[in-house]
């Protein structure tokens, strides 16, 4: 199992995926947006979407988990 973290302070702009999704290395998972740009968070290896741990509008910290991934 992996954990998708934050890597910059910021606001959720959009939520692309959902418990039990299967996704490949690369899919835009989360589009987070810091100092007006969209920063694309994407899965890291192919598997499936464990957990997704933020919501649309939440706010985010550096180190802050996003997304729970599995097998």
Request: net charge negative; with cysteine.
């Amino acid at each position: 199992m992996s954990e998708i973290l934050a890597d910059c302070v910021g606001t959720v702009w959009k939520v692309l995926s959902a418990p039990g999704d299967r996704v490949s290395e690369g899919d835009v998972l989360i589009i987070l947006e810091s100092m007006k740009m969209e920063i694309p968070i994407e899965a890291e290896e192919d598997g499936v979407v464990v957990s997704v741990h933020v919501a649309e509008g939440a706010q985010v910290d550096d180190g802050d988990l996003l997304v729970r991934m599995g097998e």
